[in-house]
Antibody, heavy 123, light 108 residues
Framework: EVQLVESGGGLVQPGGSLRLSCAAS????????MSWVRQAPGKGLEWVAN????????YYVDSVKGRFTISRDNAKNSLYLQMNSLRAEDTAVYYC????????????????WGQGTLVTVSS | SYELTQPLSVSVALGQTARITCGGN??????VHWYQQKPGQAPVLVIY???NRPSGIPERFSGSNSGNTATLTISRAQAGDEADYYC???????????FGGGTKLTVL
């Protein structure tokens, strides 16, 4: 059974930092692109970042570029999101997500989601 | 950037058929994926690549995609189908995922 378990969320002041972790199990972690997707309170879903199987490619939504860093440790079956210079608008539930991808044609969707971890940025 | 438009809400009588639309420019040329999200829970994939159901998703859930509109159809709607539904595509021009704004399904 595929399981994705996030941790590390909490309350942080504007300008602060937080590191989210996601422990993966039930599948060959090193074979999949992985993502972080967030959902602000009462709002829709937003893709935040994704990372290739070997960590060699990383992509970010414009609003977090230069502030967030996605990484992975395939030996530990873990995904991370380092969040710096946090803003009020980063307040959201952050979901760890396993991507299902095809190259031709280019396509991607999330086939498994974690339960999410809440990040609140407030003074 | 590519945009997806969903109605804010759809209502359906118990046991009837609900249709949730997702509009986008020439969306029929893209693969559309659908997620169900119940209150306080993580999203769940219910349809991928327009019309495919993951294992464990009831046959009552189906999808279609043509022209400028993709549609998620839920037959014989049940109270347990009440949820927010999101469509999603991968925009190859930007190499980024796009979600629709979500539709709240109410079963009356």
């Amino acid at each position: 059974e595929v399981q994705l378990v996030e941790s590390g969320g909490g309350l942080v002041q504007p300008g602060g930092s937080l590191r989210l972790s996601c422990a993966a199990s039930g599948f060959t972690f090193s074979s999949y692109w992985m993502s972080w997707v967030r959902q602000a309170p009462g709002k829709g879903l937003e893709w935040v970042a994704n990372i290739k199987q070997d960590g060699s490619e990383k992509y970010y939504v414009d609003s977090v570029k230069g502030r967030f860093t996605i990484s992975r440790d395939n030996a530990k079956n873990s995904l991370y999101l380092q969040m710096n210079s946090l803003r009020a608008e980063d307040t959201a539930v952050y979901y760890c997500a396993r991507d299902s991808t095809t190259v031709t044609p280019p396509d991607r969707f999330v086939d498994y989601w974690g339960q999410g971890t809440l990040v609140t940025v407030s003074s | 950037s590519y945009e997806l438009t969903q109605p804010l809400s759809v209502s359906v009588a118990l046991g009837q058929t609900a249709r949730i639309t997702c509009g986008g420019n020439n969306i029929g040329s893209k693969n559309v994926h659908w997620y169900q999200q119940k209150p306080g829970q993580a999203p769940v994939l219910v349809i991928y690549r327009d019309s495919n159901r993951p294992s464990g998703i009831p046959e009552r859930f189906s999808g279609s995609n043509s022209g400028n509109t993709a549609t998620l159809t839920i037959s014989r709607a049940q109270a347990g189908d009440e949820a927010d539904y999101y469509c999603q595509v991968w925009d190859s021009s930007t190499a980024w995922g796009v979600f629709g704004g979500g539709t709240k399904l109410t079963v009356l």
